[in-house]
Nanobody
């Protein structure tokens, strides 16, 4: 069982920045792709970004490309999501999740087996 705990959410204004953190557990944290997803009210959960175990590969949803940056610190077993130029449409609950040990279809939430409880991000206009 792996535990993931997100933090860093909050209420910000459009154009502001925010950094989310996801603290994980387990000895093999570095072996897994990690991803961020988000779910807005009344909408399905959607992929945001993913990073491979060694940080060699990253992938972003088109809606956040150029504004969000995913990174990880395996020594701290933590994944980050730096969000800049936030927009009201970025408002959602953000979840981190553990993906596969390889780098495959990282934007498919069916490939993720452990999820955090989520952190709320609200962007006001």
């Amino acid at each position: 069982q792996v535990y993931l705990v997100e933090s860093g959410g909050g209420l910000v204004q459009a154009g502001d920045s925010l950094r989310l953190s996801c603290a994980g557990s387990g000895r093999t944290f570095s072996a897994y792709t990690m991803g961020w997803f988000r779910q807005a009210p009344g909408k399905e959960r959607r992929f945001v970004a993913a990073i491979s175990g060694n940080s060699g590969s990253t992938y972003y949803a088109d809606s956040v490309k150029g504004r969000f940056t995913i990174s990880r610190d395996n020594a701290k077993k933590t994944v980050y999501l730096q969000m800049k130029s936030l927009k009201p449409e970025d408002t959602a609950v953000y979840y981190c999740a553990r993906g596969p040990t390889g780098w495959g279809t990282v934007n498919d939430d069916r490939n993720y087996d452990s999820w955090g409880q989520g952190t709320q991000v609200t962007v006001s206009s």
